[in-house]
């Protein structure tokens, strides 16, 4: 019934997505916020990145006064590309600008575990390196040292927002050399998707700060498939080869090496990651300033199939089988594509039972103690196969124990070339009884 209230208040609530930004670094990002958030606006930033990116841009109050006076968002993004060229705003410097709106607090995790002596420490010399050009350079807002707060991840956990908006930015170095980077992004995105407020994300790449452009593809695919699993998000990415100035600590390192900076390139990118942003053409949006499109991501999508033995999918895209006679699912394969026959499979379920889609209504606040906004689904391991095939028993147990109907979300990678390619989702229905019954029989599994 909440989920029927919440529909018939918000009848156009599937037209207000979740703006999800990739780009390499956070520069980048910069202007994403300008054009996409009012700029008057108050938001919290948390930073998850494992540097500050705390550095204060020269004659800043220019800037923000610069990004306000315009006539279009067009001219906007004129002006920001100006700045990139140019060297101004970088991936170490493009808070500052930001800042006090519509930036007006920035919570930084930089690791995942940090003591209270060391969190104030960090929060200290980040607000004296947001103010070093004070002295010369005096700003209407005054400091901005107290706007800059350090937490750890139990901090993040534990912090409550409530309704205001917030915009999470997430550098991906944060994960560099972590063993278990995708158990710990996942907590992390669980805990950010709680938030009644969450207005956008943003993913940096950052790939001078990663080993190689192996973990590269591991994180940013890591990234792309989370946003995949949830709900109402939609994905903007920018493939652009980042070739702006870098005056970063970390670029000169590299150069004085005698090493080539590197830059994340979609070109390069395992087909497994290509072949999801393939597969998500038609929902997500896609650019790049120099190179067409078709020459990064796959011509064909490569993502197979589901179907069930036996069965065909209703108008709104469910298979609906009575329950005891669940069928076999199969993997169908693209044509052109040898695969080996190997299928990994997983069931999805919702990280949490209960959802508020409209927060700001004070609905919802019965049935569940702490209700989400945006609907995230784990991934739950099911087992390899050698035949593109799944029997029934395999995913029988996803079900509504006590019920034995419901619905089960299933999705699979198949082997080819070496490498595991999507498999789009196939949604099944469960039923008990005929008619009404029936219908809600097919409810047991949802949030």
Known sequence: MPALVCWLLSPNLLSSPLPVFLADNHAETFGWIARTFELDEPHLLVLIDAHSDATCVEKSEEVREQLRRVASVEERNQRIEVWRVQGRIQAFNWIEPLLPRPLERVLWVPRLELPASERSKMAQTAGEALDGRLEVEPRGAGEFQRRF?????????????????????????????????????????????AWPGLVGVAFSVSSPWLTNGAEADRLVTMAVDAVRRTRGAVL????????????SLRAGEITKAGGKIPRWDLAGASRNLRALFAAQQGNW????????????ILRHDLSGSLTADGCSSDADGAWRVPAGAEPVVRVRVPSGVEASGRVRWFGLQSAQTAYDLLPETGLGKGFSKLPGRWIYERRVELGLTEDFALKPEAWRNMLDAAQGCGRVLLEAEYEAGGEWLPVARIDLRVLVGSGFHAGLSECFGMP
């Not at 550098?171 to 998707?193: N, S």
């Not at 652009?240 to 005056?247: E, G, I, K, N, Y």
């Open 149 to 193: 707060e350090v937490l750890d991840a139990a901090g993040l956990r534990a912090w409550q927002p409530g309704l205001r908006r917030v915009i999470l930015a997430v550098d991906l170095d944060f994960f560099a050399g972590m063993a278990d980077a995708p158990a710990r992004f996942e907590e992390l995105w669980e805990t950010a998707l």
């Open 236 to 247: 903007e990415a920018d493939f652009s080869v980042d070739d702006r100035p870098d005056a």
């Open 285 to 296: 949006r896609y650019s790049d300033r120099k190179r067409p499109l078709e020459s990064l």
